[in-house]
């Protein structure tokens, strides 16, 4: 069993920053991505970015060029620097982690911490 705690959410103007952090902690064998996604309001869960162990990064079209994944695997986290929001950035940020190996895993996901930018 793994935990995921996010934080850092919160309001913040268009062309603001915000980072968000999510901390994996309890029975952990070895992480194969972490990565964060998203789910705006009357949309479906999209995947944000995502970081595999060896720091291999892919992100969403729509946030390339303006936010940055990363990671310390010393404390199991994750990290989401986001620069340049948008009023489309706002959604319930949720933090996951897939656990295992490439072709046995366990997905686990965080509670969520809300994003919102006002314009």
């Known amino acids: 069993q793994v935990q995921l705690v996010e934080s850092g959410g919160g309001l913040v103007q268009a062309g603001g920053s915000l980072s968000l952090s999510c901390a994996a902690s309890g029975f952990i064998s070895r992480i194969v991505t972490m990565g964060w996604y998203r789910q705006g309001s009357g949309k479906q869960r999209e995947l944000v970015a995502v970081i595999t162990s060896g720091s291999t990064t892919n992100y969403a079209d729509s946030v390339k060029g303006r936010f940055t994944i990363s990671r310390d695997n010393a404390k199991n986290t994750v990290y989401l620097q986001m620069k340049g929001l948008k009023p489309e950035d706002t959604a319930v940020y949720y933090c996951?982690?897939?656990?295992?190996?490439?072709?046995?895993?366990?997905?686990?996901w965080g509670p969520g911490t809300q994003v919102t930018v006002s314009s």
């Open positions: 996951n982690t897939r656990v295992g190996s490439l072709l046995r895993w366990t997905d686990y």
